[in-house]
Protein backbone atom coordinates (compact mmCIF):
# COMPACT_ATOMS: atom_id res chain seq x y z
CA UNK A 1 0.00 0.00 0.00
CA UNK A 2 1.56 3.04 -0.89
CA UNK A 3 1.09 6.32 1.22
CA UNK A 4 -1.72 8.63 0.50
CA UNK A 5 -0.89 11.95 0.84
CA UNK A 6 -3.02 13.93 4.03
CA UNK A 7 -3.16 17.63 5.02
CA UNK A 8 -2.79 18.96 8.16
CA UNK A 9 -6.64 20.93 8.51
CA UNK A 10 -6.29 21.20 12.12
CA UNK A 11 -3.62 20.97 15.12
CA UNK A 12 -4.78 20.77 18.71
CA UNK A 13 -1.94 21.19 21.59
CA UNK A 14 -3.82 19.27 24.62
CA UNK A 15 -0.86 18.96 26.42
CA UNK A 16 2.94 21.00 26.41
CA UNK A 17 4.72 17.72 24.61
CA UNK A 18 1.19 16.03 23.02
CA UNK A 19 -0.47 17.49 19.88
CA UNK A 20 -3.57 16.22 18.28
CA UNK A 21 -3.24 16.26 14.18
CA UNK A 22 -6.46 16.40 12.04
CA UNK A 23 -5.94 15.67 8.39
CA UNK A 24 -8.12 16.25 5.24
CA UNK A 25 -8.43 12.57 4.49
CA UNK A 26 -10.85 10.44 6.79
CA UNK A 27 -9.80 6.89 7.58
CA UNK A 28 -13.43 5.76 7.90
CA UNK A 29 -12.54 2.01 7.69
CA UNK A 30 -10.45 2.57 10.90
CA UNK A 31 -11.61 0.44 14.22
CA UNK A 32 -10.56 1.50 17.37
CA UNK A 33 -7.19 0.29 18.44
CA UNK A 34 -5.89 -0.08 14.94
CA UNK A 35 -3.03 2.41 13.48
CA UNK A 36 -1.32 3.81 10.62
CA UNK A 37 2.12 4.65 9.54
CA UNK A 38 2.83 8.00 8.93
CA UNK A 39 5.25 8.91 6.50
CA UNK A 40 7.30 12.28 7.55
CA UNK A 41 9.61 12.79 4.47
CA UNK A 42 13.10 12.73 4.30
CA UNK A 43 12.93 11.52 8.37
CA UNK A 44 11.19 8.30 8.67
CA UNK A 45 7.93 6.02 8.23
CA UNK A 46 6.36 5.55 12.29
CA UNK A 47 3.30 3.60 13.36
CA UNK A 48 0.19 6.16 15.01
CA UNK A 49 -2.50 5.23 16.53
CA UNK A 50 -6.14 6.42 14.98
CA UNK A 51 -7.19 8.74 17.58
CA UNK A 52 -10.07 9.74 15.83
CA UNK A 53 -11.01 8.99 12.15
CA UNK A 54 -9.06 12.17 10.51
CA UNK A 55 -7.18 11.93 13.52
CA UNK A 56 -4.03 11.09 15.29
CA UNK A 57 -3.15 12.37 18.91
CA UNK A 58 1.02 11.89 19.42
CA UNK A 59 3.51 13.04 21.97
CA UNK A 60 7.21 14.21 20.60
CA UNK A 61 9.45 11.63 21.77
CA UNK A 62 11.69 11.28 18.48
CA UNK A 63 13.13 12.24 15.09
CA UNK A 64 9.54 11.98 13.49
CA UNK A 65 7.46 13.18 15.73
CA UNK A 66 9.99 16.51 16.51
CA UNK A 67 9.34 16.45 12.84
CA UNK A 68 5.56 16.33 12.94
CA UNK A 69 5.59 19.07 15.98
CA UNK A 70 7.62 21.48 13.18
CA UNK A 71 4.69 20.95 10.66
CA UNK A 72 1.70 23.64 10.49
CA UNK A 73 -2.18 23.70 9.16
CA UNK A 74 -1.55 23.00 5.16
CA UNK A 75 1.06 21.36 5.13
CA UNK A 76 1.01 17.18 4.98
CA UNK A 77 2.63 13.99 5.66
CA UNK A 78 1.50 10.52 3.87
CA UNK A 79 -0.31 7.87 5.56
CA UNK A 80 -0.65 4.11 5.00
CA UNK A 81 -2.90 1.83 6.51
CA UNK A 82 -5.54 1.25 8.96
CA UNK A 83 -3.13 -1.46 9.84
CA UNK A 84 -3.37 -4.20 12.80
CA UNK A 85 -6.27 -5.72 15.11
CA UNK A 86 -8.46 -3.22 17.04
CA UNK A 87 -10.42 -3.18 20.53
CA UNK A 88 -13.13 -5.85 20.31
CA UNK A 89 -16.22 -3.73 19.75
CA UNK A 90 -18.73 -3.49 22.50
CA UNK A 91 -22.24 -4.36 22.36
CA UNK A 92 -25.27 -2.83 23.50
CA UNK A 93 -25.27 -2.97 27.59
CA UNK A 94 -22.25 -4.12 28.29
CA UNK A 95 -19.82 -2.72 30.74
CA UNK A 96 -16.80 -1.42 29.56
CA UNK A 97 -13.65 -0.45 32.17
CA UNK A 98 -11.28 1.41 30.20
CA UNK A 99 -7.83 2.44 31.42
CA UNK A 100 -5.61 4.72 29.83
CA UNK A 101 -2.06 6.54 30.65
CA UNK A 102 -0.64 9.70 28.78
CA UNK A 103 -0.69 9.23 25.30
CA UNK A 104 -2.34 6.07 25.29
CA UNK A 105 -5.82 7.75 25.41
CA UNK A 106 -5.35 7.48 21.72
CA UNK A 107 -6.77 4.65 20.45
CA UNK A 108 -9.33 4.49 23.26
CA UNK A 109 -10.98 7.59 22.92
CA UNK A 110 -12.64 5.82 19.65
CA UNK A 111 -13.49 2.84 21.74
CA UNK A 112 -15.32 5.41 23.93
CA UNK A 113 -17.24 7.17 21.78
CA UNK A 114 -17.96 3.77 19.99
CA UNK A 115 -19.61 2.29 22.92
CA UNK A 116 -22.00 5.07 24.51
CA UNK A 117 -22.87 5.08 20.80
CA UNK A 118 -24.09 1.50 20.78
CA UNK A 119 -25.43 2.02 24.45
CA UNK A 120 -22.46 0.27 26.53
CA UNK A 121 -21.36 1.50 29.72
CA UNK A 122 -18.68 2.95 29.85
CA UNK A 123 -15.77 3.91 33.31
CA UNK A 124 -12.72 5.11 32.94
CA UNK A 125 -9.26 5.44 34.78
CA UNK A 126 -7.64 8.16 33.12
CA UNK A 127 -3.94 8.72 34.49
CA UNK A 128 -1.02 11.42 33.62
CA UNK A 129 1.94 12.54 35.89
CA UNK A 130 -0.03 15.84 36.61
CA UNK A 131 -3.66 17.63 35.83
CA UNK A 132 -2.26 19.58 32.90
CA UNK A 133 -1.02 16.14 31.01
CA UNK A 134 -4.56 14.77 31.37
CA UNK A 135 -5.68 14.52 27.62
CA UNK A 136 -9.53 13.65 26.61
CA UNK A 137 -11.14 14.23 29.85
CA UNK A 138 -13.94 15.33 28.51
CA UNK A 139 -14.45 13.13 25.95
CA UNK A 140 -14.01 10.25 28.08
CA UNK A 141 -16.44 11.86 30.50
CA UNK A 142 -18.89 12.44 27.95
CA UNK A 143 -18.81 8.41 27.18
CA UNK A 144 -19.82 7.50 30.93
CA UNK A 145 -18.15 7.38 34.45
CA UNK A 146 -14.24 8.50 34.53
CA UNK A 147 -11.66 8.42 37.78
CA UNK A 148 -8.91 10.53 37.60
CA UNK A 149 -5.51 9.34 38.81
CA UNK A 150 -2.29 11.72 38.83
CA UNK A 151 1.10 10.95 39.84
CA UNK A 152 1.33 14.10 41.75
CA UNK A 153 -2.38 14.68 43.21
CA UNK A 154 -3.31 17.69 41.55
CA UNK A 155 -6.47 16.31 39.95
CA UNK A 156 -8.12 13.11 40.99
CA UNK A 157 -6.61 10.11 43.20
CA UNK A 158 -2.93 10.90 44.12
CA UNK A 159 -1.32 8.03 42.67
CA UNK A 160 -1.46 5.26 39.44
CA UNK A 161 -4.13 3.90 37.90
CA UNK A 162 -3.54 0.71 39.26
CA UNK A 163 -4.00 2.54 43.03
CA UNK A 164 -7.71 3.22 41.17
CA UNK A 165 -8.10 -0.59 39.81
CA UNK A 166 -7.24 -2.10 43.36
CA UNK A 167 -10.44 -0.69 44.63
CA UNK A 168 -12.91 -2.16 41.66
CA UNK A 169 -14.79 -4.74 41.84
CA UNK A 170 -13.56 -5.85 38.05
CA UNK A 171 -16.14 -8.93 37.81
CA UNK A 172 -18.71 -6.14 37.06
CA UNK A 173 -17.06 -5.65 33.65
CA UNK A 174 -17.49 -7.28 30.95
CA UNK A 175 -14.49 -6.54 29.18
CA UNK A 176 -11.00 -3.98 30.28
CA UNK A 177 -9.18 -2.08 27.66
CA UNK A 178 -5.76 -0.74 28.53
CA UNK A 179 -3.32 1.45 26.73
CA UNK A 180 -0.54 3.78 28.27
CA UNK A 181 3.25 3.46 28.99
CA UNK A 182 4.53 -0.53 29.22
CA UNK A 183 5.06 -0.53 32.83
CA UNK A 184 2.27 0.94 33.40
CA UNK A 185 0.05 -2.11 31.30
CA UNK A 186 2.25 -4.34 32.75
CA UNK A 187 1.38 -3.87 36.35
CA UNK A 188 -2.23 -3.44 35.74
CA UNK A 189 -2.30 -7.24 33.85
CA UNK A 190 -1.14 -8.60 37.06
CA UNK A 191 -3.30 -7.04 39.31
CA UNK A 192 -6.02 -8.06 36.68
CA UNK A 193 -4.43 -11.52 36.99
CA UNK A 194 -4.63 -11.57 40.56
CA UNK A 195 -8.10 -10.19 40.45
CA UNK A 196 -8.54 -13.10 37.70
CA UNK A 197 -9.74 -10.82 34.90
CA UNK A 198 -6.59 -11.07 33.26
CA UNK A 199 -8.67 -13.08 29.87
CA UNK A 200 -10.88 -10.46 29.92
CA UNK A 201 -8.50 -7.72 28.78
CA UNK A 202 -7.27 -6.00 26.31
CA UNK A 203 -4.08 -4.42 25.84
CA UNK A 204 -2.75 -1.86 22.63
CA UNK A 205 1.07 -2.40 22.40
CA UNK A 206 3.48 -0.48 20.88
CA UNK A 207 6.59 -1.78 19.18
CA UNK A 208 8.93 -1.44 16.65
CA UNK A 209 7.33 -1.51 13.15
CA UNK A 210 8.73 -1.67 9.50
CA UNK A 211 6.47 -3.26 7.74
CA UNK A 212 3.40 -3.11 9.13
CA UNK A 213 1.48 -5.63 7.37
CA UNK A 214 3.18 -8.54 9.94
CA UNK A 215 6.24 -9.82 7.07
CA UNK A 216 8.83 -8.66 7.85
CA UNK A 217 8.72 -9.93 11.52
CA UNK A 218 10.69 -6.94 13.14
CA UNK A 219 7.54 -6.36 15.91
CA UNK A 220 7.64 -10.39 16.66
CA UNK A 221 7.68 -11.00 20.11
CA UNK A 222 9.41 -13.60 22.81
CA UNK A 223 8.37 -15.98 23.47
CA UNK A 224 4.83 -16.90 20.86
CA UNK A 225 6.38 -15.46 17.76
CA UNK A 226 3.14 -12.79 18.06
CA UNK A 227 3.55 -9.94 15.22
CA UNK A 228 2.39 -6.59 16.89
CA UNK A 229 1.42 -4.91 13.86
CA UNK A 230 -0.71 -8.12 12.18
CA UNK A 231 -1.94 -10.31 15.70
CA UNK A 232 -1.93 -6.93 17.49
CA UNK A 233 -1.69 -4.26 18.62
CA UNK A 234 -4.07 -5.04 20.08
CA UNK A 235 -3.85 -8.50 22.15
CA UNK A 236 -5.36 -10.50 25.03
CA UNK A 237 -3.92 -10.34 28.47
CA UNK A 238 -3.78 -14.44 28.68
CA UNK A 239 -1.27 -13.80 25.67
CA UNK A 240 1.13 -11.77 27.20
CA UNK A 241 1.73 -14.00 30.24
CA UNK A 242 5.23 -14.90 30.40
CA UNK A 243 5.90 -12.83 27.53
CA UNK A 244 8.23 -10.48 26.94
CA UNK A 245 5.56 -8.08 27.81
CA UNK A 246 6.35 -5.29 30.85
CA UNK A 247 10.48 -6.77 30.79
CA UNK A 248 11.84 -5.57 27.05
CA UNK A 249 11.35 -5.07 23.60
CA UNK A 250 13.16 -5.07 20.47
CA UNK A 251 15.20 -1.90 19.13
CA UNK A 252 15.55 -1.05 15.26
CA UNK A 253 18.22 -3.28 14.54
CA UNK A 254 16.66 -6.50 17.20
CA UNK A 255 18.54 -5.76 20.03
CA UNK A 256 17.08 -6.11 23.45
CA UNK A 257 15.79 -2.82 24.74
CA UNK A 258 14.34 -2.70 28.92
CA UNK A 259 11.08 -1.50 28.99
Same mark, same amino acid.
Given at each position: ?111 ? @??? =?????? *? !? $?? /?????? &? ?18 ? @??? =?????? *? !? $?? /?????? &? ?88
Amino acid at each position: MRPINAKIIQIIEETPSIRTFRFDTSLNDAQPGQFVMVWLRGVDEVPMGCSFKNGITVQKVGDATSRLFELKEGDSVGLRGPFGKGFTLPAKDENILIIAGGVGVAPLGPLA @DSA =ASVGAK *V !T $TI /LGARTA &SELVFEQRFSEAGDIHLTTD @DGS =AGTCGF *V !T $TV /LADMDV &SAYDRICVCGPEIMMFNVLKMLQKKGAHDRAEFSLHRYFKCAIGVCGACCMDHEGLRVCKDGPVLNGSLLLDSEFGNYKRSSSSQRVKV
